[in-house]
């Protein structure tokens, strides 16, 4: 049975020096996405032979698996987290598996597992150079929000630090209101609990974020941190709905200022909520990276 631990802030350099070497872009490979949301999915990890393997719960409380990350031998690996869930008397799965994985696990055991895709979980991945210029006439929407915005607002964009996070976290809440209150859905109390993480950990979780100051106030942000050496993860963005082209701008500086030194940039799943499949599918991703779930064929 492999020994698995919570993961602490302390972990960060362990195991960011396992995704630093990663050549997958998807979102689960993020030590903030992995920390600021362990409450939910009660996330554990261990390092054992020169793999990195992760634990959790879904939230239909089933027990799951992530890809194990080395550079040893993957079919040991994968054996080692199949007897791990035989001996804790599971069903064995493993989540947010993207073709490229399962392609991997073919070659080393060959038939021996199903490969399903979820829509839900696809993440939206996008030139760098698209989200900063917007250029073409399928941007001309953007480019008119943003002129807009431009006209009716003062503003200025600057790097988030720990004198405006104060500003963040009560943008944040109103936010919520708009949205009912922070404590009306289970989704919104989770998040709210992951936003405080990230604001309260900022600087060891190695975040990088900017925000917008509109008319004297801080109201609208992002932040997030790299995945990849060319990609680039968005973890979150907020504005509020009556700053006019807000999201759109914070969108399109961000990109500019954090993100201009990547190739791509991943902006996560849709999560199957449609006005944000509608939001991500307007940036028109250059890739739509597929997940999906794999489970052992006798199972």
Known sequence: MLHFSPVTID???????????????NC????????????????????????????????????????????????????????????????FRLYSITQK???????????????????????????????ISLAGK???????HIHKFKRTYQWEYLPITRDIVPDCMRLYDRWCKEHGGCYTEQSLIEERIATQKAFEYY?????????????GEILAYSYGQALTKDTFGVH???????????????NQQFAEHNCADYLYINREEDLGIEPLRQAKTSYHPAILLEKGLVRKKDS
């Not at 020169?50 to 634990?55: A, H, I, K, S, T």
């Not at 409380?61 to 031998?73: C, Q, T």
């Not at 600087?203 to 008319?215: D, F, S, V, Y």
Request: charged fraction near 25%; aromatic fraction near 18%.
């Open 11 to 25: 972990d960060r350099e362990t195991i960011q020096a396992f995704f630093y070497k990663s050549v997958f872009r």
């Open 138 to 144: 399928k941007y001309q929407a953007k480019r008119n």
């Open 101 to 131: 994985m399962f392609d991997l696990i073919e070659q080393c055991m060959p038939g021996q597992f199903i490969f399903t895709t979820e829509r839900d979980w696809f993440e939206y991945i996008y030139l760098s150079d698209d989200l």
């Open 28 to 91: 689960d490979f993020s030590f903030s996405n992995i920390f600021n949301w362990k409450h939910l999915y009660n996330t554990t990890f261990v390092v054992e032979e020169g793999f990195l393997y992760f634990r959790f719960q879904t939230l239909e409380d089933l027990p799951g698996y992530l890809f194990p990350l080395g550079e040893g031998n993957l079919q040991q690996a994968i054996e080692r987290m199949l007897q791990d869930a035989e001996d804790r008397g599971v069903e």
């Open 236 to 250: 979150a963005e907020k504005s509020l709905y009556d700053i006019d082209g807000g999201f759109t701008m914070i």
């Open 203 to 215: 600087e060891p979780l190695g975040l990088i974020g900017g925000a917008l100051r509109i008319n």
